[in-house]
């Protein structure tokens, strides 16, 4: 299985050689935040799911994102809206 920084560490990496932090809160440590209006596909985007900076994607346009769900109606590496409530 893959959680969700894993699976950011996973793409970064094969994509572009990037070494990122770990955890989810330590990748919030190190980006930049931006506002949600100006979302590129590739930035990270940031969920409260059990507490604070618990969940990770990362955005690909037109609303969406890529995440690793390990719970809920769908697991696994998945897609959806960040106007779903998650």
Known sequence: GLDCSGLVLRAFGDAVGARLP???RQLYGFVEPIERAKLQPGDLVFFDTEGPLSHV???VGEG???HAASSGPRSGVIES???EDY
């Open 64 to 66: 969406r994102f890529i």
């Open 57 to 59: 994607g990362i955005y």
């Open 81 to 83: 809206a960040l106007a």
């Open 22 to 24: 770990r955890t989810t």
